[in-house]
């Protein structure tokens, strides 16, 4: 078999590739349309007794969410299908040759996984408190007298909004008494 043999059988691949190229968008598309079949079937699923649930149940939200991300994925296909296309970044002034900054990316991974082993032994308004300072202290803010009043302040009224006007509760340790 000859070169010229397989020229023809190459060109619609090439051709079907490069149509793909310029059509990216389209599987952001498919994620949207799938994360809201995902979100809808979950909805679906949710168990609701009519005396449970006042005049907007628990399915409410769920349903909107859903039906909004595949109404998105519908109109941003439509728009990349028409010659749409994304714009790239111009305002941000990002060198690309420069390494990345792997420190940062661990320290904050430290204070997010010491919240999480935290917060059910010393309780959310402590764990928060590291979590909090931790991550200013991850972005470069070296202040040691304001980063950990910010971060015990933003904590404790953290925990109670969520604790007392949204009724999520948090466990309190130590401070349950207290607070």
């Given at each position: 078999?000859?070169?010229?043999?397989?020229?023809?059988?190459?060109?619609?691949?090439?051709?079907?590739?490069?149509?793909?190229?310029?059509?990216?968008?389209?599987?952001?598309?498919?994620?949207?349309?799938?994360?809201?079949?995902?979100?809808?079937?979950?909805?679906?699923?949710?168990?609701?007794?009519?005396?449970?649930?006042g005049p907007v149940g628990p399915k409410t939200v769920p349903y909107l969410v859903g039906g909004l991300l595949l109404l998105v994925s519908v109109l941003l296909a439509r728009d990349?299908?028409?010659?749409?296309?994304?714009?790239s970044e111009s305002g941000e002034d990002v060198d690309l040759s420069a390494p990345s900054d792997w420190r940062t990316v661990l320290l904050l991974s430290a204070a997010f996984l010491?919240?999480?082993?935290?917060?059910?032994?010393?309780?959310?308004?402590?764990?928060?408190?590291?979590?909090?300072?931790?991550?200013?202290?991850?972005?470069?803010?070296?202040?040691?007298?304001?980063?950990?009043?910010?971060?015990?302040?933003?904590?404790?009224?953290?925990?109670?909004?969520?604790?007392?006007?949204?009724?999520?509760?948090?466990?309190?340790?130590?401070?349950?008494?207290?607070?």
């Open positions: 078999m000859s070169t010229t043999e397989l020229q023809p059988a190459a060109e619609p691949r090439r051709a079907r590739r490069g149509w793909l190229k310029e059509h990216s968008e389209l599987g952001i598309c498919v994620v949207l349309a799938a994360l809201g079949v995902l979100v809808l079937v979950d909805a679906w699923t949710i168990a609701t007794d009519f005396t449970q649930r990349v299908l028409r010659g749409g296309r994304g714009q010491a919240n999480a082993v935290l917060i059910n032994v010393i309780g959310f308004p402590l764990s928060g408190m590291i979590l909090f300072w931790g991550c200013a202290y991850a972005l470069g803010s070296r202040n040691t007298v304001r980063d950990p009043l910010v971060a015990a302040v933003l904590s404790v009224l953290t925990y109670l909004v969520f604790n007392h006007l949204l009724g999520v509760p948090l466990p309190g340790g130590p401070l349950m008494g207290v607070l």
